[in-house]
T-cell receptor, first 110, second 113 residues
Framework: RKEVEQDPGPFNVPEGATVAFNCTYS??????FFWYRQDCRKEPKLLMS???SGNEDGRFTAQLNRASQYISLLIRDSKLSDSATYLC???????????FGRGTSLIVHP | DADVTQTPRNRITKTGKRIMLECSQT?????MYWYRQDPGLGLRLIYY???????NKGEISDGYSVSRQAQAKFSLSLESAIPNQTALYFC????????????FGPGTRLLVL
């Protein structure tokens, strides 16, 4: 079982839609959590960190559920420019080497 | 100027050749990483370094070696390239700590014929 699992999608949604992605992780000692965005053939870039109490950045909301070992990303009012792959990243305990999920592809269409 | 740079950006080579991919950073981070990305497989860690004297294998280090020449430079070598090493390679840096963000270079697209 992979340490960090994501539904690869693609999620195909119209502009203005709300879409949510989940990511599960297997290491219960994991301490920090992130969502990265990767555009086609480009480098990943940090979208947002995920905090225990949940956090919001504009149209993006991230949640952490430690009991069930998953994190989520909610995108409201989707824009064409949101089309990308979203990578879930989990840092384990100790040396904090990040583990990446395989990514979830989002396509927002007019 | 970009904080993390990689050279070359694209490379075509032949089976059996030795090649080196280079990474430089101006962020002053101690930690540097090399990943490869293949379609459907996501990012996989090849090697990482926590400082100049520290080198660690990642999950797929076979066939690769690295050198940390300075805090700002981390190079990846393929001693004898093979076709299944065709991939997109990323270098990344981060600061210390659990909440440290990783910053990626623009990637090197490698094709081994």
């Amino acid at each position: 079982r992979k340490e960090v699992e994501q539904d690869p999608g693609p999620f195909n949604v119209p502009e203005g839609a709300t879409v949510a992605f989940n990511c599960t992780y297997s290491n219960s000692a994991s301490q920090s959590f992130f969502w990265y965005r990767q555009d086609c053939r480009k480098e990943p870039k940090l979208l947002m960190s995920v905090y225990s109490s949940g956090n919001e950045d504009g149209r993006f909301t991230a949640q952490l559920n430690r009991a069930s070992q998953y994190i989520s990303l909610l995108i409201r009012d989707s824009k064409l420019s949101d089309s990308a792959t979203y990578l879930c990243v989990v840092n384990g305990g100790g040396s904090y080497i990040p583990t990446f999920g395989r990514g979830t592809s989002l396509i927002v269409h007019p | 100027d970009a904080d993390v740079t990689q050279t070359p950006r694209n490379r075509i080579t032949k089976t059996g050749k030795r090649i080196m991919l280079e990474c430089s950073q101006t962020k002053g981070h101690d930690r540097m990483y090399w990943y490869r990305q293949d379609p459907g497989l996501g990012l996989r860690l090849i090697y990482y370094s926590f400082d100049v004297k520290d080198i660690n294998k990642g999950e797929i280090s076979d066939g690769y070696s690295v050198s940390r020449q300075a805090q700002a430079k981390f190079s990846l070598s393929l001693e004898s390239a093979i076709p299944n090493q065709t991939a997109l390679y990323f270098c990344a840096t981060s600061d210390l700590g659990a909440q440290a963000t990783q910053y990626f270079g623009p990637g090197t697209r490698l094709l081994v014929l």
